[in-house]
C-alpha cells in the first residue's frame, strides 16, 4: 500500500518543475557557478542536474535523502533571515519516494574520484561506490512518478505543457543570476538532442536576457531603477522606516503603443534575486501599461530588494508565492513610480 511518506511528499514534489525547482537551488545553494539540466525524453525517463558547486560532505552522506534532513538551518532565527534557497529538507527524501534516485558527488579534495550514492525509497543509505567525478554533485531522476500511476498518467499527458513551464522557471534563474553558466538540454524520443536554454558565467543580467530572448529583445527594453518607501498599512508589520525602503531593479519594455508582442510568459518577478510569484505586483504593473493604451502586457525583469521582514517566502510549498506584510502600500507607491 502507499506509505504515508509517499503522500506527504506530494507537498514538495507534485509535478517535473517543482524536480528541476528543487535541485537547481540545492545547487545554486551550493555555490554553483556551472548549472547543466538534461533531460531525456522530456523528463519522462529521466532528469538530470550536475553543478559545480562544493558537493556533499561523506558525513552527511547517510542524512541527505531523510525527511527533515538540512544542512542549511542551524537555528530556528535563520528562518527569518533566510539567505539559501533550501532549508526544509524535503526535496531528496520525497525525490527518494516518487522516482528512481542517486546521487554522485565529489568535495575538491576527493575529485577526480567521486562517490555514487544510492537510497531506498525512504532515503535510508542503501550503498555507496566510488565512480569517477569531478567536483561538484549530479543528482540523477529516473522514472518519475511511476510508484504513483495516476500522477505519472497525469505527468505523460501534460509532459509538453510541463516542459515548456519549466524552461520558462529555468528562465528567471538564469536571468538573474549572473555567477552562473545555465546549460538545459533534452534528448527527445529519437535521440534528437535540443538546447532549451544557455547562458554564460560572469554575465550582466541584460546578456542573460540576450541569450534567453533574442538579442533583438534589449533593443525595446529600458532600465528599471525605482526606490519606493512606503508607510506600512494599518494591517501590516509594524517596521521600522528603514525597512520601509525597497528597491525595484531590472528592466522593462519601453511602452509604445502597438510595439512588439509582449507575453506574460515574459515576466520575471524576484525578491531579493529570487524568482517568485508576486500576483498583485504583476496585476500593478500590467494596470499602468495598460492605462496608457497599451494592451500587450510588458516585458518585466524586476527585482524588489527589501528586507527579509518586508515579506514570507513560506507561505507556499514550493516557496514560489511571495506574501509581502505590506503588499498595498507598496503597490501604491510602485504604481506612483511607474
Ligand atoms: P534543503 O535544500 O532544504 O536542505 P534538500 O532535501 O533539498 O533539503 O537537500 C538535503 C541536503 O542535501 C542539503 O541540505 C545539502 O546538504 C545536500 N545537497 C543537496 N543537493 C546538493 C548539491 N547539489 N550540492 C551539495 N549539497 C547538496
Ligand atoms: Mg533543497
Do not use: W
Not at 30 to 45: H, P, Q, Y
Not at 99 to 109: E, L, P
Not at 207 to 219: E, M, P, R
Not at 311 to 325: A, C, F, G
Amino acid at each position: 500500500g502507499r506509505s504515508v511518506h509517499q503522500i506527504q511528499s506530494g507537498q514538495v514534489i507534485v509535478d517535473l518543475c517543482s524536480v528541476v525547482k528543487e535541485l537547481v537551488e540545492n545547487s545554486l545553494d551550493a555555490g554553483a557557478t556551472s548549472i547543466e539540466v538534461r533531460f531525456k525524453n522530456d523528463g519522462l525517463d529521466s532528469i538530470e542536474v550536475q553543478d559545480n558547486g562544493g558537493g556533499i560532505a561523506p558525513e552527511n552522506y547517510e542524512s541527505i535523502a531523510l525527511k527533515h534532513y538540512t544542512s542549511k538551518l542551524s537555528s530556528y532565527d535563520d528562518l527569518t533571515s533566510l539567505t539559501t534557497f533550501g532549508f526544509r529538507g524535503e526535496a531528496l527524501s520525497s525525490l527518494c519516494a516518487v522516482s528512481n534516485f542517486h546521487v554522485i558527488t565529489a568535495q575538491a579534495h576527493q575529485a577526480p574520484k567521486a562517490n555514487k550514492l544510492e537510497f531506498e525509497q525512504s532515503g535510508k543509505l542503501k550503498g555507496t561506490q566510488i565512480v569517477a567525478g569531478q567536483k561538484g554533485t549530479i543528482v540523477s531522476v529516473a522514472n518519475l512518478f511511476s510508484r504513483l500511476p495516476v500522477r505519472r498518467k497525469e505527468l505523460e499527458k501534460n509532459i509538453k505543457r510541463e516542459l515548456a513551464k519549466v524552461v520558462n522557471l529555468l528562465n528567471e534563474y538564469a536571468c538573474i543570476t549572473t555567477r552562473v553558466r545555465f546549460n538545459v538540454k533534452n534528448t527527445d524520443a529519437k535521440r534528437r538532442q535540443v538546447v532549451l536554454l544557455t547562458t554564460k558565467a560572469n554575465s550582466t543580467v541584460k546578456d542573460n536576457i540576450a541569450n534567453v530572448y533574442g538579442a533583438k529583445t534589449l533593443l525595446t527594453l529600458i532600465p528599471l531603477a525605482l526606490e519606493l518607501e512606503f508607510e506600512p498599512s494599518a494591517t501590516g508589520k509594524r517596521l521600522n522606516r528603514e525597512l520601509n525602503k525597497i528597491y525595484v531593479k531590472g528592466y522593462i519594455s519601453r511602452p509604445v503603443v502597438g510595439e512588439g508582442r509582449g507575453t506574460r510568459d515574459r515576466q520575471m518577478y524576484y525578491v531579493n534575486s529570487r524568482p517568485c510569484g508576486i500576483p498583485q505586483i504583476a496585476k500593478a504593473f500590467n494596470e499602468v501599461y495598460k492605462s496608457y493604451n497599451i494592451s500587450q502586457a510588458p516585458f518585466v525583469l524586476a527585482d524588489f530588494q527589501m528586507d527579509t521582514s518586508a515579506y514570507d517566502v513560506n507561505v507556499s510549498p514550493d516557496k514560489r508565492t511571495i506574501l509581502l506584510h505590506d503588499s498595498a502600500a507598496l503597490i501604491e507607491s510602485l504604481k506612483e513610480a511607474l
